[in-house]
């Protein structure tokens, strides 16, 4: 999944930004509000970690803005007040959740996972496409009654690829959505992990398609 992560304490935002990368997530870095918005208009993010206090303004202003715009993207408040009334004010204006600074990453990244779980129970169900049973929620794929393991980017590009069966999906799509601004990646890189993933599905109706300069799509043999 991709994260937007606003913070403007460079030392904390590299080790967020590094912890939830060794989760398979691809994370955008963002140090003032501005980045942040320049962030959502060039991409789509599954979850959002917003600090209250930043250079060129009030996250909760920000906060305020998305939901009046309709943005429904899940949003967790890092902030370093305590306050009952201030938790309170910040889950009113729309946020999912908050984490009290200094936080341990375990209790952030649990949170995380609590947040996409509530936003995945409301969007996602047990998908099943030709011999194919993938649960989102719990992360686990079965082929014909076998548990297939898959390592973070494999989940992640199945979760594209089956959320639209028969839907070309470009390189340049999947890489939006595997990898953030600051990570290099090739052609060669999406097709690494296009051709891990067509061996977990072996022994399924179903398999990935190249479209020769367009991209891929899972389909049915």
Known sequence: MRFLLVEDNPDLSQSVAERLRLDGHAVDPAGTLAEALDCLAAASYDLILLDISLPDGDGRDFLRQE???GRDTPIIVMTARAEVSDRVNVLDLGADDYVTKPFDFSEL??????VL????????????????V????????SVGGEERELRNRELRLL???????ERIHSKAQIC???FSYAESVTDNAIEVYVARLR???EGSGARIDTIRGVGYRLIAE
């Open 67 to 69: 939901r009046r715009r």
């Open 109 to 114: 990244e649990a949170r995380c996972r609590a």
């Open 117 to 132: 779980r509530r936003r995945g129970a409301a969007l996602q169900t047990v998908q099943q496409f030709a011999g194919l």
């Open 134 to 141: 993938f649960n989102p929620l719990n992360a686990s794929l």
């Open 159 to 165: 979760e594209i690829l089956i959320a639209a069966p």
């Open 176 to 178: 939006d959505r595997l």
């Open 199 to 201: 061996k977990k599905l």
